[in-house]
């Protein structure tokens, strides 16, 4: 009887409401449909010299595109051109990718985003720059961000720090952003859990808190990014290839973030800029438990034997086919082998001596190596990484105690050896805070690393000549 009493109630409401709609009669704020908004974003990815993708989420199903043009006030005067029409649905978390094509190199575009043909009001008009042509000879410049505080699963509290505004003011024309884009260990108890702790993850690091409103309302609207997972984002600690709910952190990588284009099996990518080729490497989908035996059968890059489908040969051909002058491998982990932490390359001499032999073999050269996860910076030219590195301290972890969480793991396990010097301190409260900026140069050709501090000081340098 209640039921049937309810349901007549709805039945009579609607009815009014058509009969208004009829009518053109005025619907209270309250009672019409609200109209979406942006929750997320933007943040531009998978840029080249003719194209991008824009993430964005919304808070509801809408139809979403973007205008854009090369001239800020073209958005204003009507000279702008319009994307595809992308639909954020439930089924994606209500998140979309948008492509943008056709565009021109070296070039910057603005752009403003239509949900439902309503023009979306931000605080600031969101762009990029485009990449210039392959093979062209440019100078420029990248800052390296990884390894993001917190820890908490249910709450968020980034501490404040002065690395995202030094970061931004070096104006890079492209900002890498590093594994452990957070340290809250989404793993989950079921494919659904798993999924939404993951979805959750990417929505606090896109939210504006007082210690990362730089990083989302600046660096992500305004430079080009690129990212790669590693153990902390990708899902347990220490994670590799037996993680049960490594197919859900792909698809939630893609649903979240404008990825190049990756593998079904994880998400190692590529791109080129100018007389530069860089190569992400998935240090987790496909590794071997850490703790193994070294030997020829275990693989931080091929654990399940993928084959001519597999990383380890998509690396390997990808640098020997290259005709870039120089390529980066992007590591989330450390390549240097002086390092005493079996869940870095350490615990896979085997396999980085059979990827070392195959560059020596085939005569490849001008390759440096950009790494993360030690929270804390050092550099080495290759007498003892065996390929020059950077390693970037942490963004934004803080220590309160010596060997407290941004250095716990150099407490533990040492830092290695590094020719040109290391960046940690373990009696701060601000540990290890800083960013990596490789400058590739021209007359003469050369590459320099920095490590800095979060205020921006060149705490660790080295000159790289080409070969």
């Known amino acids: ?106 070039t910057t575009y603005y752009f403003a985003v239509m949900a439902n ?26 800052v390296n961000l990884t390894d993001f505080c917190c820890f908490s699963r249910t709450g968020y509290n980034p501490p404040l720090t002065n690395t995202f505004q030094s970061a931004y003011n070096e104006q890079p024309n492209l900002v890498l952003i590093g594994g452990d884009f957070d340290h809250r260990n989404p793993t989950g108890i079921n494919i ?9 993850m990417f929505q606090d690091l896109y939210t504006s808190y007082s210690g990362t409103s730089v990083l989302v309302n600046k660096i992500l609207r305004e430079f080009p990014v690129a990212h790669m997972w590693d153990d902390h984002d990708y899902g347990d600690n220490n994670g590799d290839k037996n993680y049960q709910f490594k197919k859900v952190s792909l698809a939630v990588l893609n649903e979240y973030f404008p990825t190049y284009p990756t593998s079904k099996y994880g998400d190692w990518q590529k791109f080129r800029y100018g007389q530069a080729e860089f190569f992400l490497l998935d240090s987790r989908s496909q590794r071997d438990f850490h703790l193994d035996t070294d030997g020829s059968n275990k693989s931080m890059l091929d654990g399940d034997n993928l084959g001519s489908a597999g990383q380890y040969v998509w690396l390997t051909e990808g640098l020997k086919n290259s005709t870039a002058r120089w390529k980066f491998v992007v590591s989330p982990v450390v390549f240097n082998p002086t390092l005493a932490k079996l869940d870095s390359w350490a615990g896979y001499l085997n396999e980085q001596q059979k ?61 290695g050896i590094w020719s040109a010097g290391t960046y940690f301190d373990q009696t701060s409260g601000t540990t290890c805070q800083g960013y990596g900026v490789i400058k590739v140069l021209t007359n003469p050709d050369r590459v320099i690393l920095e490590v800095k501090n979060q205020d921006g000081v060149v705490k660790i340098t080295q000159t790289i000549a080409v070969q």
């Open 1 to 106: 009887m209640r039921r049937a009493l309810i349901a007549g109630v709805f039945l009579s409401f609607a009815i009014v409401l058509a009969i208004a709609a009829v009518r053109g009669m005025n619907i209270p704020s309250a009672i019409a449909a609200t109209p979406p908004t942006i929750t997320h974003g933007p943040v531009t990815g998978n840029v080249t010299d003719g194209s991008a993708t824009v993430f964005i989420r919304l808070s509801r199903k809408a139809s979403v595109a973007l205008r854009y043009s090369a001239q800020a006030e073209g958005l204003s005067s009507g000279n702008f051109q319009t994307s595809s029409i992308q639909i954020a649905d439930r089924s994606g978390n209500f998140t979309v990718r948008i492509p943008l094509t056709n565009l021109q190199p070296s």
């Open 117 to 142: 043909n309503i023009l979306q009001p931000m605080n600031s008009t969101p762009h990029f720059q485009t990449f210039p042509s392959p093979g062209s000879t440019v100078d420029f410049k990248i």
């Open 192 to 200: 659904a859990s798993a999924r939404r702790e993951k979805r959750a």
């Open 355 to 415: 990827l070392l032999d195959f560059i020596r073999t085939n005569g490849i050269k001008n390759i440096i190596v950009i790494s993360g996860d030690l929270h804390a910076g050092g550099i080495d030219d290759g007498t003892n990484a065996r390929l020059p590195e950077i390693l970037v301290p942490s963004a934004s972890l803080v220590a309160v105690t010596k060997g407290d969480v941004a250095c716990a793991s150099i407490e533990a396990e040492g830092i």
